[in-house]
């Protein structure tokens, strides 16, 4: 939207500069190079005359924003620039100065053209190709500026509702030779500017456009293309909401790349490329969410049950011989492989660390699946090899708080007869105390109970009752 909001801006530098001829690009580069290629044609009268108008109209928007009870001032600045600037160049004669004015209008409305329709044309081809390309692109664009309007005013719009409209208005006006309908930025942005509510002030709006056309059309002769462009400008600028984007930077980084990316889209591109990077930005950043979740080590709060992040909670105690590792989204064949690596990686970190510390040697890998909200087959077979690669490093496997789904996967993939049924526990509390209670036997055993010894079945056996 900002940067939509930029284009626009830069395409009345034609009406302030009093150009007549201009770039129908609507890129930077393409502005700036029909602009500084023209210089011997610059205006300084119509370029004076708009800055002067531009000021009024955004300190006219300042006093409404400062004093929300004086909101008429800035409702009526459009209306009395106008004004006052086809009376301005009337008295001055500034059309001989190299300021543009509108100029002669005709009076009237257009005429029914239902007639005219003719389906039997060599161009009927041409003309649907062409009507269903510009159709996409400005539902598109109106669907774009009525959720950029939406979010100002935090409110919802109903896209389907937006395209029959659309839709309507468009078949209706082809029957009257009337423009392409849609939702363009400079309009909708007058319309917001101006404290526009409800749908009633496209209804007053055309109702004045009307007795315009009708009767007031000679009163426009000497209407300066300039003030034109200043309103334009002052309502496009209330939509570049730069304060957002430093919100952004300090929030999200990743965010912030994506809004800026979006913005210099449209500004070097279009609106559709700026769109267009800014949905596969965001698509790319799921991918990458899905495909390398965040694992975490857990340790228990002191004098409580609870287990949380050791990076989170500086005070959380580690359980020796014992590795909890928590896997905070579902497990898809898009991470299955980079989770069984990470896992393998924070079993080698955390028996480098008890070696370095002369603690006791690993024994137990709990995993927390209580953020695995589902599993697919490749999770499933990723869960196996975990319980394999596990076992010929002498350690054992636990599982803590599965879901509903995820329990029903494992059980249909007969994970849990792989893992064992005795190994898998409602919370991370439970699952540790089993395992405390398993190192606390062995501590009575001839042999670990990883070894198999009878001793050791015996003690397990013990631990089921």
Known sequence: MGGAATVVCLQQLKGILGLEHFTHGTDLVSVMRSVFSQTHKWSWESALLGFCFLFYLLVARFVST????????????????????????????????????????????NPITIMDLSFGSQYLSTTIKTGIVTGVIALAEGIAVGRSFAMFKNYNIDGNKEMIAFGMMNIAGSCTSCYLT????????????????????????????????????????????????????????????????????????????????????????????????????????????????????????????????????????????????????????????YLRERISRWVDEEEDRLKSSEENGLQYVILALSAVGNIDTSGITMIGEVKKVMERRGLKLVLANPGGEVIKKINKGKLIEVIGQEWIYLTVGEAVGACKFMLHTCKNVEKPILNGSASGKEARNDNNV
């Not at 809004?259 to 700026?274: D, K, T």
Request: hydrophobic letters at 50%.
């Open 66 to 109: 400062k004093r929300p009870k004086l909101f008429w001032i800035s409702a009526m600045a459009p209306l009395t620039s106008v004004i006052l600037g086809s009376i301005l160049v009337y008295l001055t004669r500034a059309e001989k100065h190299g300021v543009q004015v509108i100029g002669e209008l005709k009076k009237g409305l």
């Open 182 to 337: 849609t939702g363009p930025f400079s309009r909708s942005a007058v319309n917001f500017n101006a404290g526009c509510k409800t749908a009633v002030s496209n209804i007053v709006m055309a109702i004045a456009v009307m007795i315009t056309l009708l009767f007031l059309t000679p009163l426009f002769h000497y209407t300066p293309l300039v003030v034109l462009s200043s309103i334009i400008i002052s309502a496009m600028l209330g939509l570049i909401n730069y304060e957002e984007a430093i919100h952004l930077w300090s929030l999200d980084k990743f965010d912030f790349v994506v809004c800026m990316s979006a913005y210099f889209g449209v500004v070097f591109g279009s609106v559709e490329i700026g769109l267009v990077i800014a949905v596969a930005l965001s698509l790319l950043r799921v991918l990458m969410f899905v495909s390398r979740p965040r694992t975490s080590a857990l340790g228990q709060i002191p004098n409580s049950t609870i287990y949380r992040s050791i990076d989170q909670y500086q005070n959380a105690i580690t359980i020796p011989g014992i590795l909890i590792l928590q896997i905070d989204a579902p497990i898809y064949f898009a991470n299955s492989s």
